[in-house]
């Protein structure tokens, strides 16, 4: 048994400890023989670190000797675990060849084998056994990494700051294990502050790796800064770039890879789109008891990474050149690709409030997403609903657990023609819940933070109440402003496909490619677009993911023409 070998006494109530023997499995000397050719043996010597944390790091798999895995924290180390012979170094960083949140050290010297990224995607794509191993081994390694709490990524923030929302949402969307330090709650923050050179101006800071500062940094340079994506080669040619990396995206990607495609996917924000927003899909097949869309757009990330699909997030596309073939897709930071088709995944936004004031409290009081994330900042206060989906059902359900009482503002009579009959019954049966019909927020209060919130009821004399936390769940826009308007669009801006395009359509875009366009195929050859983003899709997760992996079919078909 591995168990022994690995974990340390200090390690036996850990998070580390639960579910070790598939956390930290020791390979036979056959999976050995068959990870041989895809690396390289090195002699180790004692102390010597092999990879900081920050670093992009291959997989070490230990022939001899001893390495210990390290969480750098601020207040010194924390040992992980120690890898002997037959085990392996890594997590799902190490297969997306990001870089490390780990210091890995040799303990007792020896030799181990290196694999380097090309070598362990070709291990996973090829062996199915091992691929197995390895990807449930680093699945549960970051999950158990992420319950610990410990890092050397310091997340300096407020309750009272949108920044600091943004940024948890970044890395927990992301999982990317993070400390969060409250000045709010925690005098000792100041202190720290006062370390770093860092006023409360600057909020939110992030220190990262005990040395480099960031003062209220964007979610791109975040990523930068983390090495959490690998550099583009923007010299290459790919058959088929996916824009959006929610649930249609990620699809396609996998699909895309699986089959043997050059793909990448493009996401702005990070990965799962509106489902990463949901505390609970129960609607998906195969989940009988829900999925959280975190979760899901997790697993669905790495097998998307494990085919071999190339995927950057916090990386915005700014604009399509569609004039001619192949496709360029520019970015914000300047940079562009180009692919032979694309797939536009970019889904839609939140709805906002139609209040002059409404976008200042973004964050502060207003939120468009209800996971637990957002649930503490509410602690046991009572909190308002707006919408009547099932993204508002699902929020009213999920905050009711937590908070004294949900108020579920709709404009309409009832929630019998918006929202699935399951979610209308738990509201019912919720004393927690109480529905408000026909009405609408009509003022919104407060200096930096919400405070108070105004709703009107018709018939009635509006009513103030001093809540302040509003969870807007009131449809969406879709996400196709960087089309550049060289693509046919609906009169709300979805993507018109297939059979929806109208000869207009075709002629404005001049379509001569001699047949007629496939079912997910817009109005330029090539370009495909599926999803929440597509006109006339139906706006759920198994509809976005079915349309994300049979698009694959025809871009093959279309690649081949
Ligand atoms: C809170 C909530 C709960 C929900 N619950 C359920 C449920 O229980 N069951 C269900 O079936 N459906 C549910 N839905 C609906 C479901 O989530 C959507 O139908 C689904 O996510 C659509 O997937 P998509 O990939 O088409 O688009 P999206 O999920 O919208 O993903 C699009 C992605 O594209 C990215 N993007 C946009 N523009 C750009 C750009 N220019 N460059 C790069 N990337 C870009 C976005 O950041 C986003 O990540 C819920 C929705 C919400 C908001």
């Known amino acids: 048994m591995n168990t022994e070998v690995n974990l340390e006494g200090s390690i036996a109530h850990s998070p580390y400890a639960g579910r070790s023997a598939q956390m930290f499995p020791r390979l036979t000397s056959v999976q050995i023989a068959r990870l041989t050719p895809h690396g390289k043996q090195i002699a180790t010597l004692r102390g010597q670190i092999l990879a900081e944390a920050g670093d992009r790091v291959p997989m070490y798999v230990v022939l001899a000797g001893s390495l210990e895995i390290i969480q750098p924290t601020l207040a010194g180390e924390t040992l992980v675990v120690v890898h002997t012979q037959g085990s392996f170094s890594g997590d799902v960083g190490t297969l997306r060849g990001l870089s490390s949140v780990v210091r890995t050290r040799v303990r007792d010297p020896g030799t181990v084998l290196v694999i380097d990224n090309a070598g362990l995607r070709a291990v996973v794509q090829t062996d199915s056994q091992l691929s197995e191993l390895f990807m449930r081994a680093y699945i549960l390694r970051r999950v158990a990494l992420m319950t610990t709490g410990s890092s050397d990524v310091i997340l300096l923030g407020s309750t009272r700051s949108a920044g600091t929302l943004r940024i948890q949402q970044f890395f927990t969307r992301n999982s990317y294990p993070f400390v969060n330090l409250d000045i709010d709650a925690d005098a000792s923050v100041r202190e720290l502050l006062e370390r770093f050179h860092v006023g409360v101006e600057d909020f939110p ?10 003062k209220n940094p964007s979610n791109e340079e975040v990523a930068a800064t983390l090495g959490m994506n690998q550099e583009i080669d923007n010299d290459r040619v790919r058959d088929v770039i996916v824009v959006g990396a929610g649930p249609a995206g990620l699809a396609a990607g996998v699909y895309a890879a699986s089959e043997g495609l050059d793909a990448m996917v493009l996401e702005t924000g990070t990965p799962g789109g509106q489902a990463g927003s949901s505390s609970k899909i129960e609607n998906y097949l195969g989940f009988p008891t829900g999925i959280s869309g975190l979760a899901l757009a997790a697993r669905a990330l790495i097998q998307a990474q494990k085919f071999g699909a190339e995927i950057r997030t916090a990386y915005s596309v700014l604009s399509l050149s569609c004039d001619k073939r192949p496709y360029t897709i520019h970015f914000a930071n300047g940079l562009s690709v180009r692919a032979r088709t694309i797939v536009i995944a970019t889904g839609a936004e939140y709805r906002q409030l139609s209040l002059g004031n409404a976008a200042g409290f973004m964050g502060m009081g207003i939120y468009y997403a ?18 009547g989906g099932n993204s508002a059902g699902q929020a009213a359900v999920f905050l009711s657990g937590t908070c004294k009482m949900v108020h579920l503002l709709v404009r309409a009579s009832g929630l019998a023609d918006t929202m699935s009959q399951y979610l209308i019954r738990r509201i019912n049966d919720s004393p927690n819940i109480t529905l408000h019909v026909k009405t609408e927020i009509t003022a919104l209060e407060g200096t930096d933070q919400l405070e108070r919130v105004t709703w009107k009821t018709v018939g009635k004399e509006p009513e103030v109440h001093d809540i302040g936390h509003v969870f807007l769940m009131m449809g969406a826009l879709p996400c196709t402003g960087w089309l550049n308007s060289c693509i046919a669009l609906n009169d709300k801006g979805f993507v018109r496909t297939g059979s929806d395009l109208h000869d207009a359509d075709l002629s404005a875009t001049d379509w001569n490619s001699g047949r007629h366009p496939e079912f997910f195929e817009s109005s330029i050859p090539g370009i495909f677009a599926v999803g929440d983003v597509r006109c006339g899709s139906i706006k759920r997760v198994a509809a976005a993911v079915g349309e994300g992996s ?12």
């Open 205 to 214: 800071v992030l220190v990262c790796h005990g040395s480099v500062i960031l």
């Open 370 to 387: 209800a996971t637990s994330t957002e649930a503490k900042r509410c602690g046991t206060g009572e909190v308002i609903v707006v919408g």
């Open 550 to 561: 049979a698009c694959i079919q025809q871009v093959h078909r279309v690649l081949q023409s």
